[in-house]
């Protein structure tokens, strides 16, 4: 009897169980449909600021026989420092989500040391800072709180200083990676080169036909500012990307965990039955067998 006991406080167990991961899919579920639409609207400004920043270092470009001479854009063939952004969750129970972005972080690690390049990290997100400083690992900045709710200020105010550090000639490239929203089922690492400007994104070779008029004298001020704000959005955008993507990775990891807790307690269930009428017949055996003794 007390074995029955046991297998009906774990059917109870795993039964709460089951409601809570049930409970927190949904949230995540919820959660998932606003950050998505957050992030369909940032995408279209980023892609617009993009656009803008195209045009005017393609007028700086042409303007200027040296073609684009720009702080923001001068890649360093053989950089001697390097800043890793990096972006994970401040909480866990999402499957592999932050495993993935520490993995591919510890690979660029691994690969610039390689090269003889100094690399010095900057994380958002507790699973990352944790991860990292368990494994005495030095981290040059930290935040705690902007990846479960991004804001523009706050982000603003984490880059700007690793783009300072970029002016100064302290860091030669930054270096951005997240875990990216690709679907309700799917997330991507993503790596970006945040500093100097990567000449991919834009078409500085491109045939212009805006009609955008820039003075001389002020395309250099203009240029800085937006590559500034493209920095800035970067990292914000980046924020809500690696948010939606927990959501998503979290909801999985829920939804798969329900469904064992339901097997678990379905295969619970057939135990307790098989143990109750092993009990039930034992008894019977019992009491047939004092009948017998008696006659």
């Known amino acids: 009897m007390a074995n029955l006991k046991e297998i009906k406080r774990k059917i109870g167990s795993v039964k709460n169980t089951q409601k809570t991961t049930n409970a927190m899919k949904l949230v995540s579920s919820a959660k998932l449909r606003r950050t998505e639409e957050l992030a369909k609207r940032s995408r279209v400004y980023a892609a617009k600021l993009t656009e803008l920043l195209n045009e005017i270092a393609q007028k700086m470009q042409k303007a200027s026989e040296d073609g684009l001479d720009n702080i923001y854009f001068k890649e360093v063939q053989d950089p001697k420092v390097v800043d890793i952004v990096f972006i994970t969750a401040d909480k866990g129970l999402c499957g592999g989500f932050n495993a993935q972005t520490i993995k591919r972080v510890n690979q660029l690690i691994a690969d610039y040391k390689a090269a003889d390049v100094k690399v010095r990290l900057r994380a958002v997100g507790r699973k990352g800072i944790d991860y990292f400083k368990f494994n005495n690992v030095e981290l040059n900045d930290e935040i705690i709180g902007l990846s479960a709710a991004p804001d523009y200020a706050q982000a603003a105010d984490f880059i700007n200083e690793v783009t300072e550090a970029y002016v100064n000639g302290e860091t030669d490239r930054i270096i951005m990676v997240h875990n ?26 491109a045939v212009s036909t805006s009609e955008l008029e820039v003075e001389p ?21 980046s924020l809500i990307d690696s948010l939606a993507a927990e959501h998503s990775a979290r909801m999985q990891a829920m939804d798969a965990a329900t469904k064992n807790a ?10 307790y039955n098989k143990a109750r009428q092993e009990a039930i017949t034992t008894e019977l055996i019992e009491i047939i067998s004092g009948m017998e003794s008696m006659k």
């Open 262 to 271: 339901k097997e678990m307690v379905k295969s619970l269930t057939v135990q």
């Open 180 to 205: 990216g929203y690709v679907n309700m089922i799917s997330q991507e690492i993503r790596e970006d080169q945040v500093l100097p400007v990567d000449p991919s994104k834009l078409e500085l070779n």
């Open 217 to 237: 004298d002020d395309d250099d001020t203009l240029l800085d500012a937006l590559v500034k704000r493209y920095v800035e959005y970067s990292m914000y955008y």
